[in-house]
T-cell receptor, first 114, second 113 residues
Framework: QKEVEQNSGPLSVPEGAIASLNCTYSDRVSQSFFWYRQYSGKSPELIMSIYSNGDKEDGRFTAQLNKASQYVSLLIRDSQPSDSATYLCAVNRGEGSGNTPLVFGKGTRLSVIA | DTEVTQTPKHLVMGMTNKKSLKCEQHMGHRAMYWYKQKAKKPPELMFVYSYEKLSINESVPSRFSPECPNSSLLNLHLHALQPEDSALYLC????????????FGDGTRLSIL
């Protein structure tokens, strides 16, 4: 089982719709979770961090975490063509894991159609 | 523009050349990272420095040699690279290694002839 799994997409949504991006992780002791946006040819940009169960909202973005289900998601409201990018889910397993501190999923490509 | 600055933005080098990639941050972060990213793949961790000491080396070939001269600077020395080493090289920094978000620079696009 891959450590961090994401649907590679492409996920196509119409402009103005809600885009829902999902991520599951395998290590139950994971403690912090991040979403990065990466435009083609550019570097990853941190857009959300979440550490506890529940929802965290920042502008049009909402991150949701359910540690019992080992599931983290990102909702983008009122999607815009400029949101078209690859979204990377990253999971930090915490000190003492002895391994790579931050594990990335393969990313979901989002396409917002005008 | 990001708060992690990488130079150069692009680099083309032959397999016998020696070059260095540079990374600088002034956010007071004590952890710095080098990643390699190939097209359509996630970043792949190469090295982690924590408080200027190398803490993780992900079995990277010796033709890549990292250096952390001080808490703000991180270098990656390159020698005798192979064509398959062509990639985007990303530097990142964070307050600490664990449970802290990492902030990426714009990267260096490296091409090996």
């Amino acid at each position: 089982q891959k450590e961090v799994e994401q649907n590679s997409g492409p996920l196509s949504v119409p402009e103005g719709a809600i885009a829902s991006l999902n991520c599951t992780y395998s290590d139950r002791v994971s403690q912090s979770f991040f979403w990065y946006r990466q435009y083609s040819g550019k570097s990853p940009e941190l857009i959300m961090s979440i550490y506890s169960n529940g929802d965290k909202e920042d502008g049009r973005f909402t991150a949701q975490l359910n540690k019992a289900s080992q599931y983290v998601s990102l909702l983008i409201r009122d999607s815009q063509p400029s949101d078209s990018a690859t979204y990377l889910c990253a999971v930090n397993r915490g000190e003492g894991s002895g391994n790579t501190p931050l594990v990335f999923g393969k990313g979901t490509r989002l396409s917002v159609i005008a | 523009d990001t708060e992690v600055t990488q130079t150069p933005k692009h680099l083309v080098m032959g397999m016998t050349n020696k070059k260095s990639l540079k990374c600088e941050q002034h956010m007071g972060h004590r952890a710095m990272y080098w990643y390699k990213q190939k097209a359509k793949k996630p970043p792949e961790l190469m090295f982690v420095y924590s408080y200027e000491k190398l803490s993780i080396n992900e079995s990277v070939p010796s033709r890549f040699s990292p250096e952390c001269p001080n808490s703000s600077l991180l270098n990656l020395h390159l020698h005798a690279l192979q064509p398959e080493d062509s990639a985007l090289y990303l530097c990142a920094s964070s307050h600490g290694v664990f449970n802290q978000p990492q902030h990426f620079g714009d990267g260096t696009r490296l091409s090996i002839l």
